[in-house]
């Protein structure tokens, strides 16, 4: 499993997988936090599609989080104020690819089965969303002679 599936999986999982995961990952590792959970403002970077440029378009509230495992640097970053995801996001991204290889299949199983309801859940609500669009198909009249 890449990282931005790994990372997409468990920032829009609402269930404590991110904090069974890096529950798991300090048991196994000496956890340095190097920047603690903090709110910051970046700067949302868009292309306009006439001329193909890159301007900012505003800025985002994120929760940003930094540590160290073993000299491996784990980023946290997540929108909103979400101090703990984002400290549990940068100990999962750090620790990941230092697991053993049996923790890691445990893992991605463990992501694969969340990420399988997650889509389960966009495509309903897919679904409802259209059910509810309308069409507009022209009708043919006939003329009255």
Known sequence: ?????????????????????????????????????????????????????????????????????????GLGLICGEHYQKALNLAIIDAAYEQLPAAEKNAWDNQILEHRKQLLAELGYQQYLINQTKVSFEVMEVEEQS
Request: charged fraction near 30%; proline fraction near 1%.
């Open 1 to 73: 499993m890449n990282r931005k599936e790994r990372t997409w999986v468990l920032v829009e999982d609402q269930t404590a997988l991110a904090a069974e995961l890096a529950a798991q990952a300090r048991k196994l590792f000496n956890v340095e936090v190097r920047e603690e959970p903090r709110l910051m403002l970046i700067m949302n970077k868009i292309r306009e599609s006439a001329q193909n440029s890159l301007f900012y378009g505003g800025e985002t509230l994120v929760t940003r989080a930094r540590v160290v495992i073993q000299d491996k640097s």
